[in-house]
């Protein structure tokens, strides 16, 4: 983890353990910790209809990076004092200066000129950035009221102040019930297990948040997403495949990134996008993709190893001697015998798999045909393994015929999930959920044979 580059002390500490944090007023944090977690990053969202105010209605809980987050004052001048008007909370992995600059950038405060978006807008989504204003919580949002009761603030107090609290979701409950005993105003900063942290402002009516991409809570499996999607498509649990063990894999890592390094550029992905050209400032991003491209690469070798399973194991038992025409016809039918009638057939897609699997690479009409292969022997080798393991003893023919189209799989599948991720502003950083709707979005042949894995649907 890179250092920060900015050296500044922090006022205080606290850590994050779950993954999420609950944020607010006393009465905020109790119906944060009593909801489901929020899971994505912000969506644009119109303000609750009715009323004279603008406010939009928050879960009072945000994905948080785990580990170690700094409390940092930010001062400013109130009449002749110089004193703490905001504070702002960064996890220690990050630039504090990185940060604040880029929500400053999207949304800073609405009293200042060139301060961006004011609202949950397009521009603010797109960034990653949640926007709280002054009636999206606090008083005006009464919800978890009636469960905690707090101790009350003498009326002739002779200052305004403004306090929230920041804890992990899962000691949230506890922080309140200890906190709710004392005067707003007069709690201790730091919570007693070092899992929260409450920030008083004093002299300040009105009190605005937003919050960053707190990326390590981010789902970009999508899972939910993409499961919902196709939850019709699934086939019933007896017939889904694996999960294989990590020593059992068709493709190894260098042979995906491969196929991915030699993938046409997309029009549609600038050449210099700030998005591949990330900054000390975002190295979570960086381990976080990388994550994710791991994840691709295993999730893609458990459909190829479902996918021999499915059709291959079967086909060996039945003709194990077999001509290259019968096992064409039968492995890649040519729509009179499609195994999902009456849905739209790809004959191009039959054709291109016959073509490879006869070895006429050059009849193949899919542009994924233009990069080299991985090396066939040792994926050769592992093919044989794995089916030897499923008592079939391919020819060697054989198998050089399945690696070739299975090479063309998953170039096929690659070129479509990196459409995906340019789609989704990833621009090439391809995560599982481009690989479950490159399969499910593609052919019927590929959904009928290709989500037969248990991972796929796991994802």
């Not at 905020?28 to 994505?40: C, E, F, L, M, Q």
């Not at 019709?232 to 068709?250: C, F, H, N, R």
């Not at 499915?310 to 001697?321: F, G």
């Not at 391809?430 to 590929?446: C, E, G, K, R």
Request: aromatic fraction near 10%; include cysteine; charge should be negative.
């Amino acid at each position: 983890m890179a250092t920060p580059t900015t050296q500044i002390m922090p006022l205080a500490t606290f850590e994050i353990h779950s993954g999420h944090l609950c944020y607010g007023a006393l009465h905020n944090i109790y119906h944060g910790a009593s909801s489901d977690k929020v899971g994505g990053l912000p969506l644009p969202q119109e303000p609750i209809p009715g009323g004279t105010i603008r406010r939009h209605e928050a879960a009072f809980n945000l994905p948080a990076l785990i580990g170690t987050w700094n409390i940092y004052a930010l001062i400013g001048k109130y009449g002749d004092n110089m004193q703490i008007v905001a504070y702002f909370a960064s996890h220690h992995s990050l630039d504090p200066a990185f940060e604040v600059d880029k929500i400053l950038r999207v949304s800073g405060s609405p009293y200042e000129r060139d301060s961006g978006s004011t609202f949950k807008d397009n521009d603010t989504a797109r960034e990653g950035v949640f926007v709280i204003n002054r009636y999206d919580w606090g008083w005006i949002d009464s919800r978890g009221g009636e469960e905690v009761q707090e101790a009350e603030v003498p009326i002739d107090l002779p200052y305004h102040f403004s306090t929230i609290g920041l804890v992990d979701f899962d000691t949230a409950k506890d922080f309140v019930s200890r906190l709710k005993f004392h005067r707003a105003d007069q709690r201790d900063m730091v919570g007693e297990d070092g899992r929260g942290v409450w920030l008083t402002i004093r002299d300040a009516e009105y009190q605005f948040g937003r919050f960053g991409q707190l990326r390590d809570g981010f789902d970009f499996s999508q899972r939910h997403r993409v499961k919902t999607l196709f939850a019709d498509e699934k086939p019933g649990d007896a017939e889904l495949l694996g999960p294989y063990a990590s020593g059992e894999y068709v493709l190894s890592r260098a042979d995906v990134d491969a196929v991915k390094d030699h993938l046409s550029q997309d029009p549609l992905q600038p050449e210099s996008d700030p998005f591949l050209n990330l900054n000390e400032g975002d190295t979570s991003v960086k381990e976080g993709l990388e994550k994710w491209w791991s994840a691709s690469v295993d999730l893609t070798n458990q459909i190829l190893l479902s996918f021999l399973e499915y059709s291959i194991v079967p086909y060996l038992h039945e003709h194990p001697h077999e001509s290259p025409a019968t096992a064409t016809r039968l492995l890649f039918p040519d729509g009179s015998n499609d195994p999902q009638p009456g849905k739209e057939y790809n004959f191009t897609l039959a054709e291109d798999l016959k073509s490879r699997f006869l070895g006429n690479e050059n009849n193949a009409s899919s542009s994924s045909t233009a990069t080299s292969d991985p090396e066939h022997a040792p994926v050769k080798a592992r093919m044989r393994i794995f089916l030897e393991d499923r008592r079939v003893h391919p020819e060697e023919d054989f198998l050089e015929s399945v690696c070739r189209v299975l090479a063309f799989i998953v170039k096929d599948l690659m070129e479509m999930a990196k459409r995906s991720s340019v789609d989704n502003e990833r621009f090439g950083h391809i995560v599982p959920s481009d690989v479950f709707l490159a399969v499910m979005n593609d052919t019927s042949w590929y959904q009928h044979n290709l989500s037969r894995s248990r991972a796929f649907w796991c994802l």
